[in-house]
């Protein structure tokens, strides 16, 4: 028996010629046939029964935070809405909900062919490839929208990544200038670019203000690194970690989800190593608010967890420099360094391995910082705009396209 072997790579560049034969085939057909509905029912006009004004589609519950001030918005107004997901256990399905008709359509390329397949006027996503890989562009959808997901550069996506989509909804004003960069290098139609705020911020904002603060009793220091080789934890270890310990501070390590599947040896390592150490502790929960709200300052790498910290928390951090390789992403074609990069020399400090030795004194000097302090709440400004209304700001501009269309 002859065995045939097919790399993913491969697997899904045919996945997606099928998909593209199939649902072309799919919408010719149909339209053949409301066609000769036309023409028999004397030139009535005729609807497609499977349509839907709005749909949405979540990739799964981790982004429930950045839909749930949009869905909210949408049925304060009764806008009737498909929220379709890829998480049987989302938040949705528990959510009283009247104008909004959730339903789990599967994973990977189950979801892509039902989503490939979709008929509506406006369909409103977070996922970035549209057109590029499994994903394509339905026939049958008239717009399609993308919201970002955090503040970050709208050019730190993998290469193409909203290149297809007919408008982006932004956090701040300045993501505007590099897709409007892409657009003209790569010669594509300019989508519409609409400042609307962060949705999962100000669903952190709401928690944040219902926290019970714990009683205070040591400054805290938050270690909240990202995963992988570059990640403090693979990179410093207990370099980083014995001269912390030894301060007397308390440390909490909330290490990065990914990490107990791709860095599982060092965390291991790392947790013997600190057994008896009373002033050390380790965070695996879901969700990090109550290590961000009891840190006094965090050290952290490139991790997004940033901005989380110091939009929400107004507090310092130290962060450790490492090379980022930006050819996959669409950041590579912009000349300009990402704004990320820029600001943060200015609203953190960088830790160099010479400072580890004198650990304690830095991270005290750096919660004495006024600049920083000011230069924090610039950052806040630039990148989240309309706090606190995101939901209203979305659920307004996908209105205004479907009564457009």
Known sequence: ????????????????????LVTMLYFLGKAAII??????????????KNRSPLVIYSEGKRYWNVF?????????????????TSSED??????????IKSEFIGEGNKAFTR??????????????????????RSRGVKHYAHILHAVDDATSYRLFGLDYYDSV???GEYQKAHVRQLE?????????????????????????????????????????PSWGKSGILSRYGALLLDPLVETGFTIIVRPHPQSKQSEQDVLSSLE??????????????????????????MISDFSGVIFDYTFLFDRPFLYVNSSFDAKPYDSYDIEEQPWKFRVLPEIGIELQETDFADIGNVLIEATKSQTLEENRKRAKETAWQHRGKSGEQVADYLISRMQDL
């Open 90 to 99: 989302d938040p949705v399905f528990s959510s009283q909900f009247t104008h």
């Open 272 to 297: 013997a190593r600190y057994t008896s150490k009373q002033n050390l502790e380790w965070d695996f929960t879901n969700e990090n608010l109550r290590s961000l709200s009891r840190a006094d300052i």
């Open 115 to 136: 989503l490939n397949f979709l008929e509506a006027d406006v369909c409103l996503m977070t996922t970035p490839g549209l057109d590029v890989y499994q994903l394509k």
């Open 184 to 224: 003209k290098l790569r010669a594509i139609k300019e989508k519409d670019l609409v400042v609307v705020g962060c949705p999962y911020l100000d669903v952190l904002q709401e928690k944040v203000s219902a926290l019970q603060p714990d009683p205070k009793q040591n400054f805290t220091v938050l270690v909240a």
């Open 1 to 20: 028996m002859m065995l045939f072997y097919i790399d993913p790579g491969t697997g899904s560049m045919l996945f997606s010629i099928v998909i593209g």
């Open 68 to 84: 749930k001030p949009i869905l909210e918005a949408l049925e304060r107004r009764g806008v009737e809405t498909v929220f379709y």
């Open 35 to 48: 066609k000769l509905k036309f023409v028999l029912s004397g030139g009535k006009a005729i609807s497609s």
């Open 169 to 171: 909804l932004l956090s």
